[in-house]
């Protein structure tokens, strides 16, 4: 896939295999100012190159990559469950967007709605419904999300290594073509 969106400053493009050690120092900067990923069962780079992974994409600007988003097969059980049940819909037939984060200089410019449509519209290419999870207290994601048109269709409970139990959100994503900031 081409550059989805550009701005005169900012591109969208396809993940390369070059950009991981950018990728994981700016994913390692996420966690320690905003606590994303929560849990990290391994590396940060077991964390952005998954097996299950449809595409990723990057924002760069000005060379320097600004953000990050991923679309998968599949999220934890229970997130998929609640999709499948709530839109009628068999596991093959959703993507999950996963990965999504933006540094802060570079927040509260469109940067992560761009990235989401991207990812979005990458779901439906594929002939599959968007889905993603997301920690409830994470207020600033849980606003991009409704703000880009995606519907809460349920909640769950992440049980945590450590014994803390997290409500996660589960948003369904817009039709094509009606997500907020798309082309």
């Known amino acids: 896939m081409k550059s989805v969106w550009q701005a005169p400053s900012v591109q969208i493009r ?3 295999a070059d ?6 120092r700016l994913a390692d900067l996420i ?15 077991d964390f952005l190159v998954t097996d299950d992974a449809l595409g990723a ?9 600004v953000g990050h988003v991923a679309l998968h097969r599949r999220s934890w059980g229970e997130v998929m469950r609640v999709a499948s049940e709530s839109m009628g819909l068999e596991d093959g037939q959703l993507a999950v967007i996963a990965r999504l984060f933006v540094i802060p200089e570079a927040r509260q410019q469109g940067v992560g709605l761009h990235l989401l449509n991207s990812a979005t519209a990458e779901a439906w290419r594929l ?12 207020a600033a994601a849980v ?20 014994g803390r139990r997290l409500p996660e959100h589960v948003f369904a994503g817009p039709l094509p073509g009606s997500y907020r900031g798309s082309a």
């Open 127 to 138: 002939g599959r419904r968007p889905i993603l999870d997301v920690v409830a207290n994470l």
């Open 19 to 24: 950009d991981l050690p950018a990728v994981e």
């Open 57 to 65: 994409w990057v924002a760069e600007q000005e060379e320097i990559i």
């Open 143 to 162: 606003r991009l999300y409704e703000r880009a048109g995606w519907k809460i269709i349920g909640t769950v409970e992440f049980r945590h290594p450590d």
């Open 31 to 45: 966690r320690r100012i905003d606590g994303y990923p929560g849990y990290l069962p391994g590396s940060l780079r």
């Open 14 to 16: 396809p993940r390369l």
